[in-house]
Each structure stands twice: as C-alpha cells, then as structure tokens.
C-alpha cells in the first residue's frame, strides 16, 4: 500500500473509532453531562450516547440478562449548575430514553422504574428527584412497546409501563424526563421488568 493510502486508511480507523460509542474504565458510558455504570450487576450497557437536551436525549442503550430488578448508576460528568447549558452542566433535567433488550428468557408484560437519590432507598418528596412531578412536559413519557403508564411520587418516585409485552431477544424503549431540583453528583435508576405470574 502507497503512503497516501496507508495514511487514508489510519484516518478512516481513527475517525470510526471516534464515533463508536466507549466506555471508561470500569464500564462507566459518557454522555451529556452524565456517566452511566452497570456496575450493580444483572445487566450491561451497550452504549450512552445524546446530549441530553430535549431535541437530543440522552440513550442507553442496555441488555437485562435477568427478570430481577437492576439498579443503574448515574453520575454527574461535568460541574453541576441548575440553570447551565444542557449538555455543558449537570443542570437536573435529564432528558433519557433507555432502550431495553430482554435477554432474561421470560415474556415483560410490564416494566417499572424507580428512583433512588441513596442507594436502596426509594427517592422522597424532599430529595428534588422525580419523573417531572412538576409536569412540564407531558408528552415526554412514552414507550414503544407499552400503551400506558403511571407515575406515582408519594411516597416514592416510580413509573411503570403496562398493556404491552417484549418477548425475549426483543427490545423495548422507554422515554421520560427526570429531574432533580436539588441537583446531586449520583442517584440510581431501579429498572424492573415484570413477567406474567405462575
């Protein structure tokens, strides 16, 4: 190969390499202003990628091994200011769409979330975090694979998506807006598939 080829071609890698979605060490994803970690176990991240403004959420993308809950850790990257530049600061709105592949075996025929400011400790009407208790935005809960949802904040901060269903190997996604009106520089996600009763 030419020396002008050899160089295109160490271009080209350093550029794809770019682009693929990374993970720290640790298996620690950066995206926006944040860090997710699978590090609790049950499940792996396959990739975070997005800003984490409205236009540009933040998406993990995810693989659940198991139909137990699992607890995704999210950490604040960059400097934490409440009215700073989405993407630049931590600013407490986090706009997040968790892509979920079911790799657990069983059919969900729901699927919960939680969200904890300490860690096994359900968040509280004191801590600031919720799934926009203030209701700003209405249309940003959704999911591709469940018809329904509802979101409960006393005494805990949880919402859960029903009448659908994802078979196993299928992935299901979940939008929503989490905020945090006393911004903190870690709280923790519980996902919890659910699965029919025997």
């Known amino acids: 190969m030419t020396r002008p080829g050899l160089r295109c071609v160490q271009v080209f890698a350093a550029l794809l390499a770019a682009s693929c979605p990374r993970a720290e060490a640790g298996g620690i994803f950066e995206a926006g202003a944040y860090s997710f970690s699978d590090e609790r176990g049950g499940f792996r991240i396959l990739s975070a990628t997005g800003t984490g403004t409205r236009a540009d959420p933040i998406v993990v993308t995810e693989e659940l091994d198991t139909a137990d809950p699992v607890t995704l850790t999210i950490r604040a990257a960059r400097p934490i200011q409440p009215f700073g530049s989405s993407g630049n600061y931590a600013t407490g709105f986090l706009p997040l769409k968790i892509v979920a592949r079911n790799n657990s075996g069983d059919a969900w025929i729901e699927f919960g979330f939680e969200l904890q400011s300490i860690l096994n400790v359900p968040s509280d009407y004191g801590d600031g975090l ?11 809960i959704k999911s591709d ?10 005494p805990y901060d949880r919402l859960l998506f029903s009448k659908g269903k994802v078979d196993p190997l299928e992935s299901a996604s979940f939008s929503f807006l ?3 009106f006393s911004p903190k520089d870690r709280f923790y996600l519980v996902e919890e598939p659910r699965v029919p009763s025997t």
């Open 145 to 154: 694979s469940f018809a329904e949802f509802k979101r409960d904040f006393e």
């Open 178 to 180: 989490v905020t945090d």
């Open 130 to 140: 919720s799934f926009d208790q203030a209701q700003r935005v209405d249309n940003m």
